[in-house]
């Protein structure tokens, strides 16, 4: 594919960064020293991000980057940063022609966000391209418990059945009071998550550890302070034994685990051993 805007003797080429959350929060920056409208995505102005060298090679070396400047923008703070938000997500780092918007852009690298440090409001970030990948293991390990994501990939359940969303009354350390009292049997959500829907955790997925009629209490605290009502989406918790898996939710047939494999004691045992 040929570039015309890049082959002139006076190009108008600027960088665009395009910047994607797990839960689907979008934002964007350019070098450019105003603000870009590319594909519905307003790319603000961010003229002192900069990336490191970016190498295209032709072989299967995981080759990394990094992206270096200084947090201009409220969609991306160190208090975010610091709790989570952005691990992990996706971010495609591209050149485009600043005068025609509409033009074909180069795609210089596509990946996902590796580690990420920062000093007062500057902050340097490790990019990791697809070829990173290769270095994960290429089959599951065995386990007794299943290793799929409850109503996710893998478990074959629909997660808008076990999912509840209700009101956040009052919030003290890693226990939510909740406005309305739930129904049925509390004791389901053990083991699941919360996702909050408003306020400053909007985004951000915590662990339950116990759950009654009206409270939950979370594996560690939020990392935003929560003064008033807000709204939270419950999803049910699943304790990965197979026991579970064909009683409660008759879905044994996508149990992702060996329950009955023998374990790394075979060797040791001896007759009349519990």
Known sequence: MTYPWLEGPLITASYGWRLERSDGVTIGFTSHDRDILLDGLVYRASPGIAPTSIVQGLGLDANSLEVSGALTSDALSAADIEAGKWDGASLDI?????????????????GI?????????AFEVEFLGPAALLSAPSVPVTSPTCRAKFAGEGCGLNSRRFILEVLVATVSGSELTLQQALT??????????IRWLSGRNCGFRQRIAAS???????????????????RIEILEGCDR??????????????????????????????????
């Open 94 to 110: 591209f050149l485009f022609d600043w005068t025609d918007p509409h033009a074909q852009p180069l795609l210089l690298a596509s």
């Open 113 to 121: 966000l590796g580690a990420i440090n920062w000093s007062g409001s």
């Open 184 to 193: 049925g049997d509390a004791s389901r959500f053990v083991n699941g998550e």
């Open 212 to 230: 009654t009629q009206d409270k939950l209490v979370l594996i560690g605290e939020s990392p935003f302070p929560t003064p008033g009502p807000e």
């Open 241 to 274: 034994t197979i026991a579970t898996c064909s009683s409660r939710f008759n879905n044994a047939l996508n149990f992702r685990g060996e329950p009955y494999l023998p374990g790394n004691d075979l060797l040791t045992r001896y007759p009349g051993a519990n």
